[in-house]
């Protein structure tokens, strides 16, 4: 209660940012999960990938920070080899399914086409094997002997009130078909990659990044929802190693950032 006998104002989400490191585990994971609300405008994050030896080029370590402060959000880390498989923890260092600081799981199936994201938290703020969710399904246009193109996905996402469903992660073989997929239009949202124009300039196809992206990739993209020119998520490359994500309602930060692990990861046939 304030001074006045009335309900302190509620913290906004950047606020939150601020003091990430003050919060509880609990605390931290639920702010990483929840969407970002409508009113809460962009939030500038940076996607870093580390780079410690053989091992994490093998097996890759990408850590979200909030690029207002520098604080360390998230880490995710490649745990298999063959088919495309990124856990996430609140505690970059000790990345693991069994850790505390667990969060969810990206799987992908063999030609890094087709994702599914989960998140394991209950509503209490603790990981648990049995409280799956599939919060998360993109799928990137697959054509193996296309002439060479521009990246096209879609991704979607369920509406607040279907995200309480309860869903088992899928094994290697089942990864094709995400159970957001099954679900009917309004239970879900749809987004899209926006088409880049070609520049007679520049000789290439090219994106209004807001000035936020220094490098051209195919790797960058501007996500907006679909029949809407709303704009929702924008990655894109900033150096070698280093990348800008802004995120906006209705994503989560965590969904943003597994976004952008998709967009980097290996692909066959997929631009």
Partial sequence: MSIEGRPAKELTLKDKLRSYNQQSLAEQKNLLINPVCKGEGMVELLVKRRTRGLGEMLFPTYELYHAATGKLLLGGKKMSKIIGKYVFSVD???VAEKGNGYVGTLTSNLFGSFYNLYDYVGSSGVSDKNLGRNILAINYDF????????RKFLAVIPKDKFY???TPQPTANEVTSGELHDKKDDEVITFTSKDPVWSRKNHSYVLDFKGKVAKASVKNFVLVEKGSNKECVIFGKIDDNLYSLTVMSPFSLF?????????VAFKIGCE
């Avoid at 054509?143 to 521009?150: C, E, I, M, T």
């Avoid at 969904?255 to 967009?263: K, N, T, Y």
């Fill in 255 to 263: 969904q943003a950032f597994a976004l952008a692990i998709s967009s």
């Fill in 164 to 166: 309480s469903t309860a």
């Fill in 92 to 94: 970059s260092n000790n």
């Fill in 143 to 150: 054509g193996l002997f296309k002439k060479k193109r521009v």
